[in-house]
């Protein structure tokens, strides 16, 4: 068993315009790899990770401070201090924070780490691979990528 707290480790940034958020990687520092787990902190005005949902991956979050949106198939359902949801492996599994309040959104998000992986983005219309590491898995992967949904070919084309 291996134990770390959470102020030992380092914040990691992310900042695409609207996308941008701080992340600490608790299962990466205690070499966790069946079990994912990061402390994120999305600012005010701020979205997390793309509208997503994966294939082979259950994803949950525990919301610990401050409110915000939690934008699924279904629309935007008001998030706060408290509140748990969990995201299937399927289209129903869709997902994406959003901080519309005043104060910094800070959640734990946890998934299982399957591999292979199929992610996709429906409103990208676009899906990533990920074989020999799942998402969020630092080892090296023997096939990766992401690829719109409409550049289909056929079986034996070369």
């Not at 030992?8 to 941008?20: N, P």
């Not at 399957?114 to 020999?132: A, C, H, I, L, Q």
Request: proline share 6%; hydrophobic share 30%; aromatic share 12%.
């Amino acid at each position: 068993m291996e134990t770390i707290n959470e102020s030992i480790v380092d914040w990691k940034e992310y900042d695409r315009e609207q996308t941008a958020f701080r992340r600490k990687e608790l299962s990466n520092a205690v070499n966790a790899s069946d079990l994912g787990c990061s402390l994120y902190e999305l600012p005010s005005g701020m979205r997390s990770w793309p509208y997503h949902y994966h294939t082979a991956n259950e994803e949950a979050i525990y919301v610990l401070a401050g409110d915000g949106k939690l934008k699924t198939e279904d629309g935007l359902e008001p998030l706060t201090a408290g509140d748990y949801a969990t995201f299937p492996a399927d289209e129903r599994g869709g997902h994406r924070v959003v901080n519309d309040g005043d104060e910094p959104l800070r959640y734990l998000a946890m998934s299982t780490m399957n591999e292979p992986d199929v992610t996709v983005y429906p409103e990208m219309n676009k899906f990533g691979v990920y074989v020999g590491s799942p998402p969020g898995g630092r080892d090296e992967r023997s096939l990766e990528g992401y690829y719109r949904i409409d550049d289909e070919t056929e079986y034996w084309d070369e």
